[in-house]
């Protein structure tokens, strides 16, 4: 290879790294810290969550538990993005 060849690999390397060091560096706030969304991905307080412990805990019985198996369903139409209202009628 030519050295004419070279540097302009090198040229483009290094104009690639400069690019994304500050795209990098645009994506932090002033105090250094990646920025984060404002609003967490699941909230605090999840009324399911506690009720899918409780069965989990149960183990076997809760294959028999009328709650857990709402839950379940519950959990199921989350999942699958359900509205609970239509959910029933299919």
Excluded: H, N
């Amino acid at each position: 290879m030519e050295g004419s060849v070279l540097a302009r690999i090198a040229a483009i390397v290094f104009v690639a790294i400069a690019i994304t060091a500050a795209l990098v560096e645009m994506g932090r706030d002033e105090e250094g810290q990646a920025t984060r969304s404002a609003a967490p991905l699941m909230p605090e307080v999840d009324p399911l969550r506690a009720e899918q412990r409780r069965c989990q805990e149960l183990g076997e019985a809760a294959a028999s538990d009328p709650d857990c198996l709402a839950v379940w369903a519950e959990t199921r139409d989350r999942f699958l993005g359900r509205d609970r209202d239509r959910a029933g009628g299919e």
